[in-house]
């Protein structure tokens, strides 16, 4: 994904004006949202948002590509399209959005946007919507995995006592703490803690949350909430969160000011449910890292 991932509310609409067959819109949102309103001609996939991956091996993934394949075929999409995502508002669905253009961008797809400021950003600029089921037709979908973007688990283990690469955990405090496991529940998976040498920056901080409609800070901003933990635009970094969803907002924020960045997509979901590997358990009290 390019420094340009992000599209407005008004960039999009220009786009739509065009009546080009080659834009694809995919809302992430649940199927009763989208029932109810959603943009003109999107086509709802809420699996982007609902898929676990507790498997980063080769044939853990190899399921996954072929999964979300299987899926992109029926609904008619062949991966060359020029594809927006996008969910409610950016910081309530956990990254959604932006956890379907990561798993675009690595099943191949070259041209992935996210509306920037979400669904909600769509019906503050007054633009239109509809309850209308877009028609489709199958076409075959061409895999080209980007494992570039990728970090499995056993990477994420070699990377553990590696200092030139951070690990970044980007959870809500309460996981970070090691007081719960997920963000559904505090015993969803069998262990809480973190993967050990990891630095914390709760998601959240690097778009302007409080805003009617949040958005990421600017790249200026982004920069320096990063270098408060020690990111600079040198470093190398694998990020984390429970199943790479919140990973991937981050991962947007951080592409916004060209950091190195991957995701570790199986997250705290995988690492915690294999007890061969290490973590720290440690129950903390903790502040946020810029507050």
Known sequence: ???????????????????????????TRSSEEYAISHLPGAINIRE?????????????????????AEIM????????????VYEDVLNKGYGQSCRAAFLLN?????????????????????????NEVAKTESS???LHPNTDIMVTKDEMLQAINNPAIIKLDVRDRIEWQGLSSSPYSPDFCPRKGRIPNSIWLEWHLLMNSEAQIPMFHSPAEILKICQSVGITSDSVVYIYCFKGSRAANTLIALQQVGIQAKNY???WNEWSREFSLPIDSQILQVQNPTT
């Open 1 to 27: 994904m390019d420094t340009k991932t992000l599209i407005s509310p008004q960039e999009l609409f220009c786009l739509l004006a065009e009546n080009s067959p080659q834009i694809v819109i995919i809302d």
């Open 48 to 68: 982007f948002f609902t898929y676990l991956l507790d498997d980063s091996s080769a044939a853990g993934l190899k399921k996954l590509q072929e999964y979300f």
């Open 73 to 84: 075929s029926e609904v008619g999409v062949s991966g060359t399209e020029r594809l927006i």
């Open 106 to 130: 690595y099943l191949g797809c070259a041209a992935v946007y996210i509306l920037h400021g979400g669904y909600q950003g769509w019906l503050a600029a007054e633009l239109p919507t509809t």
């Open 140 to 142: 075959i979908f061409r």
């Open 265 to 267: 997509f199986g997250s």
